[in-house]
Every structure is written in C-alpha cells, then in structure tokens.
C-alpha cells in the first residue's frame, strides 16, 4: 500500500512538470535566451558635477569723514601781492662778498650793471624775518636722476628742488607763493612785471623786465619768449610741458605776438580766460634761452639735427648750465652729487638793494629713495624734507620733539593721496594682441570695479602705518581740497566676494585650474590673466602698495607682474605708452582743480597720463565725454557756487566709473632746519604747487 502511494505521488508530480513545459511552449512569449552572469565588474561612480560659488555684489558705500587728529599747525598771513614783490630801482645796490673778486679782476661787471633797469623786490612787509645776511649754503637731497636740463622738453633735472631752484625763476608768473596771497586768480608777477586786458578781454598784453640777462651774461628779451612758444609749445614733435591744445578753444588755438622787445600779446578766442595764469606759470611755461638752444632745434639748426638729439642737448655733464634762476648748477657727479652756485646776474634784491640769492651755494646728495632725505633731514644733514613717505612719519615726530632737534615739522590737509593709475587708451602703446586683451579689461567698468573691490585699503594703510593718520580713499578730489564733498564720492570698498562675482561676470574663469583666472574668449581665450604694474623706486610707499596690491589681487586670480622703476624710465613709458598699471602719488590737480585745469580729464592730447593720445585719435569712453563736458566749463567759469557745483559733479563720475582707483589719503608734513630764516609760517608742502617753489628759497638766510 505503501508502495502504491509513493507511485502515485511521483506520477502527479511527473504530470504536472509535463503540464508546465506545455503551458509555456504554447504562450505567444518570444523566447529569449537565458541572460548570462554578468562578469564581476567595480562599479564607477559619477562625479557629482562641481556648483562654480556665487557671489553677490555689494553696492557702493558712503565714504567716511576724516579721523580726528589734534595736529595743530600755523595760520598763513595772506596779503596782497603788491605787499610781498614790487619792481623798483634803487641808487645802490649790494652784491654778496662772495662775488667782490670777480668784479675786482674784471670777470665779472659792476653788480648795477648786471641788473635790469627795474628788478623785483621783495618787501620786507612780505618777510617773517626780514632782511637777510649773505653767506652759508642749503643743504638737499634728490633720489631721481638727472637725465639732462632741457626742461621745456620734458626732461627731468632730478626733481626735489632741482628744477625748482634754477630754472623755474624763469616764467612769465609764479603761482608757488599764492597761498600766501590774499586771492588766487592773479599770480606772483616774475619775468612779466604787469599785464593788461583788452576791453573785449580776448587780448592779455604782458609787459616783460627789461634789462635783465641769463646767468651767462647774455641779454633776457621778447625773443626767448618766442622761441620758447615756437619751438616748444607750437612744436608737436617736442614734448613739450605745455601744447597749444591746452591754450585752444572749440578748435580755435590762442596766438602770440611780439610786440617789441619787452612786451608780448596774447590773443585768446574767449573773453578773459584767467585760468591761462597758470599755463603759464613756474611749472608749465618755463623761458628757455633762445641763444643756446634755437641752433640745436632742428626747425632752425644749420646742421642736421632730430628731435631726440635736441631732447637731449642739455645733457647732465653740459654745465654750468644758463638760467634766470637764483643759482646755477656748476657741478654734478652722477648719481652722487650735485652743487649750485648763486647765479652773479640774478635779477632780484630786497629793499636795501642786496642782490640776491642771501646763500652762495646749494649741494645736493644723491640716493636711491625719497626717504633717504627725511632720514638725512633728521640726522641734521640736510636742511628740508617732504614728509610724504608715511612709514617715517612717527619717527619723524618722535625726533622733532627732541630737546636737541634740528628741524621741526608742520601739518598740511588731507592732499597725500596715492592711487593705482590704469593705462585706459585702446590703441596707443599697444605692441601685441596680449596688450590689446588687457587695454580691453582695463577700459571695462567691472574689471576696474573688481580692483577696488580687491584691495584692503584700510590693511594697507595699517601696515604702512598704524593708527588715524592715513584712511582709504576712493580717488578723485582729496578730501583737503576746498571743493571737495564727501557726499559726492561714489566708494566701492574692500570686498573679495564681489570682485570675484564681477569677474565672473565678464567672462573670466580659471579654466587651467591653476589659480589664475583665464580669458574665455577671442584671441587671448586660454590664456591666463596677467598685467604688469610699476611704481617709481623714488617714491617708498608707491612701491609698498604695489607689493602689497600683487598679493591681494592675486586674491581674486589677477596675476601681477611688478617692478620698480625710476622716474626717467616712468616718463619714457608713459611717452611711449607701454605700461598697464602704475602705483602714483597723485598731483596738484586734485587739490587745486583751477590750477591744472586740462589735466582733469582728456581734453589734451597729454592729459591724464593713463589715457594719452598717439598718432590715432583716441577713442573716449562715455563718461570721459562727460567729464571733458564738465571741466570745460568749470575752466570758464568764476562763479564760486558753480564751481562748487561742477566739482561735485565732476568727482562723482570720475570715481563712480574709477578713472583712478585711489588707496588711501593723508597729510604732508614740512620738515625744516630750524635755522631757515624768512619761512612764511603755514606754509604748504603741496598746495599751488611743491613747496620747493612756494617758498621763495632765494630769500631765506640762516
């Protein structure tokens, strides 16, 4: 029985297995081949996809008031003009015993014979510590080098007073003084003792010193004063400090005219345009000695001659050199020293008749940067220094206040600025299509915005120098000038997360991975970011910055190639127009706008430095257009509350589109020997002008 169950339960299953396979073979499934075993394979795992960062771009934010500093300081004594200089003859005149000899042995004339019929004087009422004694000498310091004395054709004799104690008492006014004067329209009268308008205003008839001679002896007249308008200032091939295009108006120039031999007329297409005084004045339209040089220009040489050889026809061993300055470089050892003697023509005396300059000689050491005359100054070697290199500032206050100093130091306003200049022309200077890549984003408003964004202004200034006394700045207007206002400031500050976001932006990636941005498209697609940045080896915290500014654009994957230049090299590239960036003290012009008034914006073919124009006019962008519009008519206008107004104006379009990009501002200090005699006291190292010609150096005795 057994038996049969088990037979039974193995057929039900044998017909079931049979059922199965007839069930399937009848199914309209295609049949498919078994699947084989896959292989034992590692599974690769996707990468998830890399999310770029975003960042947000913070809007511009008020810019600060000033720190509160307890600097004191002295009032200027402003008077009018006609109580500081006159022109008088005297009965007697005086000559230092210094020159006695000469005129002994018969070198030399008697002293009222080598003056003019009528020299400048200036008044004791004009004098802090009134007439003067002869004899001693000023004791200087100069870091740039002396590339030659052909001034009028942008060449530089060493600057820190070099110019300014020689050459620059040869123009037509002289504006350094001005801050002592009670007005700032009419300048100081110098080689043009009066000067009057036509009724209509469009004629300025100047009335030139007559009998007045070079340091050589050789008569000064209405000639020199043409040569110079002719070969310099008409002659596009010179490059000169002043061109026509900065005395022309709606396409008209302004003309000159000999009259006689003492007298010049000016013809103007405006009425009265009194902004001209200071085209005309010691840093801008300097008299050269017709006699030496018209036979070396090439318009007038009798022997073949070019422009670069009259450029540098005054080379620095080509001395003594001819001046109408107080003393004449006599010696000059490269990059060593330099001594001037007082010049036996000089045409001015005081009001007892002395001939002046009262100090018979000038040295000057050489030395490879500015603060090497605040070290000198302090160390009681040299009688002046510009405290214009903040990192010496508490040394040189903490020595100033010595029981035993030999110098003391003064405070002016917030016109220290130093800025990151960017090369903005589109075609001049341009040698490749890398520079035409870097000319692009430098013209391109957030590439520029990016950069402000990337410097630590504030981190700067503390390194320089810690405490309130240096404060970033936006550019544009110092924040001392008098027409300034903060309100109109437009300040993109220190902020990494927007510079990155305004590069990415543009286009900017770091393709390569390498931690440089790269350009993504044209020419230059693949390629890395790179800019190369200069500062003058001459100016200690230009350098400073730009150090520090390599780092913290590289920051945000600008990559900076830098490098210290000297001043004559700066001046070749800037002529030349192969540059990108350059850290700068900035100039005048933001402290005083009426006094530099083409340098604004480009309205020159010169001016500013970082948008020159070449053989091709240069193509402006939008807001420069806005700006010419708006310094033009700030330069004919003499309405204080329109000035005022034009100025706001003026400086909020040029740093809400950072024409420069500033870094920070400060103040000026003066450091002087305490044994300087006839300082006016307060007195400016940068107002009008550098102090060096501001303050009269010809009448200070010891």
Not at 88 to 108: I, N
Not at 518 to 543: C, F, I, K
């Amino acid at each position: 029985m057994k038996s049969r169950n088990i037979f039974l339960t193995v057929l039900l299953v044998l017909v079931l297995a049979v059922f199965m396979v007839l069930s399937a073979c009848s199914s309209n499934a295609t049949p498919t081949a078994a699947p084989e075993k896959p292989t034992a394979e590692v599974p690769v795992a996707e990468e998830p996809a890399v999310e770029e960062p975003v960042y947000t771009i913070k809007d511009p934010v008020p810019f600060p008031g000033p720190n509160a500093l307890e600097l004191g300081g002295t009032e200027v004594n402003r008077q009018p003009i006609s109580e500081i200089v006159a022109y008088r003859s005297y009965d007697e005149y005086h000559q230092a015993p210094w020159l006695d000899q000469f005129v002994a042995d018969g070198t030399l004339p008697p002293v009222e014979e080598r003056l003019p019929k009528e020299p400048q004087v200036y008044l004791t009422s004009g004098m802090s510590d009134g007439i003067g004694v002869y004899g001693d000498l000023w004791r200087g310091f100069s870091a740039c080098p002396t590339s030659g004395y052909n001034i009028m054709a942008g060449v530089s004799m060493g600057w820190f007073g070099i110019e300014s104690y020689t050459s620059r008492y040869g123009s037509l006014v002289k504006t350094g003084p001005l801050y002592r004067a009670n007005q700032d329209i009419e300048p100081f009268p110098e080689l043009a003792m009066s000067w009057d308008w036509s009724a209509d205003g469009k004629e300025l008839t100047m009335h030139l010193i007559e009998g007045a001679k070079w340091s050589d002896g050789y008569p000064f007249t209405a000639d020199d004063v043409m040569f110079t308008w002719e070969g310099y200032v008409l002659d596009e091939n010179v490059n000169s400090n002043l061109r026509i295009d900065a005395l022309t108006w709606d396409g008209v120039a302004t003309t000159l005219e000999k009259v006689d031999d003492y007298t010049i007329k000016f013809t103007f297409p405006v009425e009265k345009p009194m902004g001209v005084f200071y085209l005309l004045d010691d840093e801008t339209f300097i008299v050269m000695p017709e006699h030496q040089l018209k036979p070396l220009h090439p318009k007038w040489s009798t022997t073949p001659t070019d422009y670069k050889a009259f450029e540098n026809a005054l080379a620095p061993d080509n001395l003594p050199i001819v001046t109408m300055g107080p003393w004449v470089i006599t010696e000059y050892k490269t990059d060593e020293l330099m001594i001037m003697r007082r010049n036996p023509y000089y045409w001015k005396v005081d009001e007892a008749g002395n001939q002046l300059p009262y100090m018979d000689e000038i040295q000057y050491v050489k030395g490879p940067s500015g603060a090497g005359r605040d070290l000198c100054t302090m160390a009681g070697d040299c009688d002046h220094m510009n405290l214009e290199n903040p990192s010496t500032f508490v040394e040189a206050m903490t020595r100033a206040q010595e029981a035993d100093a030999t110098f003391e130091v003064t405070w002016g306003p917030e016109t220290l600025g130093y800025a990151l200049e960017l090369n903005q022309s589109i075609d001049f200077g341009v040698q490749s299509e890398a520079d035409t890549a870097v000319r692009q984003l430098l013209r391109t408003f957030e590439f520029r915005r990016a950069l402000s964004h990337a410097m630590d202004r504030d981190g700067i200034s503390q390194a320089i120098m810690r405490g309130p006394f240096l404060r970033p700045w936006a550019g544009g207007l110092y924040p001392g000038a008098p027409e300034f206002d903060k309100d109109s400031v437009v300040y993109y500050d220190y902020d990494p997360d927007s510079a990155k976001a305004l590069l990415a932006q543009i286009g900017l990636k770091d393709t390569d991975g390498n931690g440089i941005l790269n350009y993504t498209e044209g020419p230059s697609a693949g390629q890395d970011v790179v800019l190369a940045m200069t500062a003058n080896e001459d100016q200690r915290e230009a350098v400073n910055i730009a150090e520090a500014l390599v780092n913290q654009f590289a920051a945000v994957g600008i990559k900076v190639n830098y490098r210290t230049v000297t001043s004559a090299t700066r001046s070749e590239i800037v002529q030349q127009g192969t540059w990108d960036m350059h850290v700068s003290r900035e100039g005048q012009v933001f402290a005083l706008p009426f006094t530099r008034v083409v340098e604004l914006a480009p309205i020159t073919q010169t001016t500013p430095p970082w948008h020159r124009e070449g053989d091709v006019a240069r193509s402006l962008q939008p807001f420069e257009e806005k700006l010419n519009e708006i310094v033009l008519e700030y330069r004919d206008t003499y309405d204080f509350a329109r000035r005022q107004e034009l100025m706001f104006e003026y400086n909020q379009v040029f740093t809400e589109n950072l024409y420069d990009i500033g870094i920070f501002v400060g103040r000026y200090g003066l450091g002087l020997a305490k044994r300087s005699m006839n300082v006016p006291p307060g007195t400016p190292v940068f107002m009008y002008t550098w102090v060096e010609d501001a303050i009269l150096l010809d009448q200070i005795w010891t």
